[in-house]
């Protein structure tokens, strides 16, 4: 296999964890940055640092100007109709809440919104807050022993008065890749709404999301090798015409009297306060470094690692795949026969290895499995044969400390 | 009785003889394999601490010979740290364990148990452990 070789970009990736050579496999959590991400926002800082969108001044303007290049790439980088139905966020978790929020003044008691029970706590509890408030039941898409969607029963599920379907694109606990365009297409035909948390997929796969034709889509910097703090909410225009504002503040708005305001039109009128400028301006970078290595060439080379380490661990006899989606991506969710998933944590953690073990925010997925959590490890464009192989030793010496 | 800095001054005697990591966490695990059971009845959710990662259950008595705790995990390195912190506080008066601080972890190089991002239910354990110090103060058995 041909495989990426991107260490280098990485300073932190180069380092020694307890004595050890840092094999860092959390990539899911969150993505590392490479030198050009890190560059670009103390360059931002050195010679452009200034508010956006007001101010007659050069520093303003050139902010503004960088500022607002970040979500014409966006645009471009996912195929949306305009440049306004890009809205910056915190991030994935803050895109949901939005949603969720707007949606308090259009749902009626009796309507309902179907979750699937797949997701991470991010695409639930949001939910959940709204069934609470509007009255609203909500329905879940049931999840098989595979970490595969149950699509079959998917018309029964949906019916006139569901509003809103959400589920994630790739599943963060298990790394299964959704049959989203068939969810969706299920979904518009009874007319409601479809909102997919994206944040797992941006990482490794192109999104396009007139060709998906989603409603809402969501996702984050840090998981793309850019910043904390910023990520986006995909709308299309007439979805977010009909919701209204989530948060009041500065930016946000057309006129101001003491006692009423009129809005601003998109993107403005969800992008209360100032924003994270410095984020955005990473992200910017970010986007440009994967598109200069190619998204296909990064899932080709976390494929190929993916299913090298996949045969290694299947040769293991104690380990217990969690998981079995026939489309999966970056990730590998498993268990150590008679081991809870934190004293492996622990121990690799020892030996300079990060995973993540746990619920991972999932813990509907846990319990249908019945399982107390999982060891997760997961990959990005710059994880190597070597550190698969360095995390292969680590665990069979961890096995052994164990029993 | 022996005393908490005495019983701390055995425990960092015992892992002095550790050279590497290794040695020292195959003896955490032993003790984690050696701890008691809790009584099945005594682990209920009320004495049931929720950490992200592992599961802790603590449950304490006053007696005559001071405050006897037992306690569980779910994950076997959790239960090893267990066996050591309740090594020191067992059988201990209420006023010294009131305001206890486990200083002896420093110096086993164990304290990252104790640090909040692990969330294995130990720092919640710690305070557990002290409150039942504080609400035992002052109590005749």
Redesign the interface.
Known sequence: MKQLNLKHDFPILNQKINGKPLVYLDSAATTQKPQVVIDTMVEYYKSSNSNVHRGVHFLSERATDSFEAVRSSLHRYINTAHEHEIIFTKGTTDSVNLVAHGFRSLLNPGDEILVSELEHHSNLVPWQMLAQVSGAKLTFIPMLQSGELDISMLDSLINAKTKIVAFNHISNALGTVNPVKKIISAAHKAGACVFIDGAQAFPHMAINVQELDVDFYAGSAHKMYGPAGIGLLYGKSEWLEKLPPYQGGGEMIAEVKLKESTYAGLPHKFEAGTPNIEGVIGWGAAIKWIEDIGIENIRMHEDDLLSYARGLLAEIPDVIFYGTAKERAAVISFGIKGSHPYDVGVLLDQMGIAVRTGHHCAQPIMTSLKIPGTVRISLAAYTSKEDIDMFIVALEKTISLLN | METIIDREEDIIEEFSFFDD??DK??HL?SLGKELEQMIPENKTSENQIKG????VWLNAKLTENGILFEADS?????RGMIALLLRVVQGQKPEKIASYEFNFLEKIGLTT?LSPSR??GLVSMVKQIRLYGVAFQGKKK
């Not at chain 2, 992200?52 to 599961?55: D, E, I, L, R, V």
């Open positions: 990591w290794m966490y195959t695990i992200c990662q592992s599961q779910d994950a076997i390195i959790t148990h969330a294995n």
